[in-house]
């Protein structure tokens, strides 16, 4: 970095508390452009997964393209997207290790509520929600995110969940 000779005179002008005030504010400004950064990286990574989409003219294929990639933006151990089976109200989803899994509407989980809000639902810590199950395999979860996907007439066509382990919002 290469300061004028001028900058570097009135800096040495400064009195030492406004040489603190002055290092305080370079530290602010580091530190928001290095989240500015991160953040940078995590929006060209979700670029590249909503580009990966395109990639197969398989559903299933697709499924599992975007499911990998958010894993990798979010470092989470699990993705999944749900369908919304309007007829027989309940959600679908299809994994290797468990086949088909339902959920139904009333069954009042995190696609329901998600559903009821309309919106994306996050939560920070998955052992203090309202939606944690005991009996559930999901005892390690830290953080979860629900999102709905919307078609183009704004009608909820189905549900994008993430299961993480050490993700906090707040670092980005």
């Avoid at 997964?49 to 499924?63: A, Y």
């Avoid at 299809?94 to 309309?118: C, P, W, Y």
Wanted: glycine share 2%; hydrophobic share 40%; aromatic share 12%.
């Amino acid at each position: 970095m290469v300061f004028s000779e001028d900058f570097l005179t009135k800096i040495a002008v400064l009195n030492l508390e406004e040489k603190f005030e002055f290092q305080d504010l370079i530290r602010s400004f580091l530190k928001d452009f290095h989240r500015m950064i991160k953040m940078n990286q995590h929006l060209k990574k979700i670029i590249k997964t909503s580009l990966s989409m395109n990639d197969s003219l398989d559903l299933n294929q697709s499924i599992r393209n975007f499911t990998a990639e958010t894993c990798l933006i979010f470092d989470c151990f699990q993705a999944k997207i749900f369908i919304v089976d309007e007829i027989n109200k309940e959600f679908w989803t299809k994994n290797a290790k468990e086949g088909l899994e339902r959920i139904s509407f009333d069954q009042g989980d995190v696609l329901s509520h998600t559903m009821k809000l309309k919106k994306v639902l996050k939560i920070d810590d998955w052992k203090k929600s309202q939606f944690v199950n005991i009996n559930s395999r999901q005892f390690s979860i830290k953080t979860m995110v629900c999102s709905p996907i919307v078609d183009n007439k704004g009608k909820i066509i189905g549900f994008y969940s993430s299961n993480l382990l050490k993700f906090s919002f707040d670092s980005w």
